[in-house]
């Protein structure tokens, strides 16, 4: 009698567990699956999705090497003659400058060279060697300078165990920002910079967007997106407190400064404001 007693309350048991179970399963809702979100992203081509294998893709180039530029490049000099009647002097006649073995190399008062070509925003590439032996000390040894918008000075110096003043250093933005590290080589070595330079905007006689240098020397980075807080110059801060108004292009520039500095393997990428 006992034993169908507690057989029946265990069926009992079973048959309420059974029933709550089935009836919990009735009650309780999946949760919904919530459909995907899309990611859409605005661009210059149209609204695309992330991940969208229709977007245009970017132009194909060839990417260029030691002594050769990029396949999109303008080549503003190879080292030859030809090249050479991209630049003039700052008068627009023929420059006095040799071309020689591949370069061409500063000649004493005959002044800047400056390219025919006028541009704004960009990437520059230039290779260049200060002499050697080397002659003069400070900022009389291997002086010279690459000009953006025919205004903006990377300074060219032998750097190379010469002491100066470091807003005047090789590849300072002279008299505005000394580079992060001094990443000379020897003089007479080539040596490269590789500049993604952004004009600034002026309206009516402001600046409304200064202009901001990022700088490679021999491939390091010095200077890392600075913004250029007016002109360079010789005591630039001191003489010149802020920008002088220019045209949106300007063409690249370098400097004759006394010294015999060579420069090879020029060329230029334009790039938006
Ligand atoms: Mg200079």
Same mark, same amino acid.
Request: proline share 0%; net charge neutral; aromatic share 10%.
């Given at each position: 009698m006992k034993r169908t007693v507690v057989t029946g309350i265990v069926v009992c048991m079973l048959a309420l567990l059974t029933g709550y179970a089935a009836e919990q399963a009735a009650t309780v809702d999946e949760p919904a699956k919530k459909p995907p979100k899309l990611m859409y992203v605005e661009t210059d081509t149209g609204r695309w999705l992330i991940h969208d294998v229709n977007r245009p893709a970017p132009p194909v180039i060839t990417p260029g090497g030691p002594g050769k530029a990029p396949s999109d490049a303008i080549v503003l000099? %190879?080292?030859?003659e030809a090249s050479m009647t991209n630049w003039t002097d700052t008068k627009g006649n023929p420059s006095k400058w040799i071309v020689r073995d591949g370069y061409m190399e500063s000649v004493k008062k005959a002044g800047y060279v400056q390219t025919k070509g006028k541009f704004g925003s960009c990437q520059l590439h230039v290779e260049f060697a200060t002499p050697t032996p080397p002659k003069g =000390? =400070?900022?009389? *040894? +291997?002086n010279s300078g690459v000009f953006l918008h025919g205004t903006y000075e990377v300074q060219v110096l032998d750097s190379y165990e010469n002491k100066t003043y470091p807003d005047g250093q090789?590849?300072?933005?002279? +008299? *505005?920002a000394v580079p992060l590290v001094n990443a000379c080589r020897k003089p007479g070595q080539w040596q490269s910079y590789d500049i993604i330079y952004h004009r600034p905007i002026f309206k009516g006689d402001k600046v409304v967007r200064k202009a901001s240098f990022t700088v490679l020397h021999n491939g390091v !980075? !010095?200077? %890392?997106?600075v913004v250029l807080q007016g002109g360079t110059g010789w005591r630039g801060p001191h003489v010149i407190s802020d920008y002088e108004p220019h045209g949106d292009t300007g063409p690249i520039m370098l400097q004759d400064h006394g010294n015999p500095v060579r420069f090879r393997n020029i060329w230029i990428r334009e790039l938006r404001d």
């Open positions: 000099f %190879d080292g030859t =000390s =400070s900022q009389g *040894r +291997g090789c590849a300072a933005l002279y +008299g *505005r !980075v !010095v200077h %890392d997106h």
